[in-house]
């Protein structure tokens, strides 16, 4: 199956997403309002106060997909990243 890399960006303050087989849910308010296949994701970005499930978050860093972390006014905060791989020497070497 080919990859989509959306970036999915959390707004709303107070939201929860945690992990659903191999789906990320993402609650607000106490409802239910979004469901999306891990595939169709290359990167989350939450703003302001947003909630992760360490499964979730788990599952993002196997999947390859990065989470980024927002102050409400946009200022970074932390990444969360799967570790990349690559031979440091190899590409001092290309440079």
Not at 13 to 36: F, H, N, T
Request: charged share 20%.
């Amino acid at each position: 199956m080919k990859r989509v890399l959306n970036t999915l960006y959390v707004l709303s303050q107070g939201a929860s997403l945690k992990k659903e087989g191999e789906a990320i849910a993402v609650k607000a308010g106490g409802e239910g309002k979004l469901r999306v296949p891990i595939i169709s994701i290359g990167s989350i970005v939450c703003f302001g106060n947003a909630l992760i499930s360490p499964a979730l978050i788990g599952f993002c860093a196997r999947s390859g997909v990065s989470i980024s972390f927002m102050s409400t006014h946009g200022r970074f905060l932390a990444r969360v990243e799967s570790p990349t791989a690559g031979n440091v020497l190899l590409r001092r070497e290309q440079y």
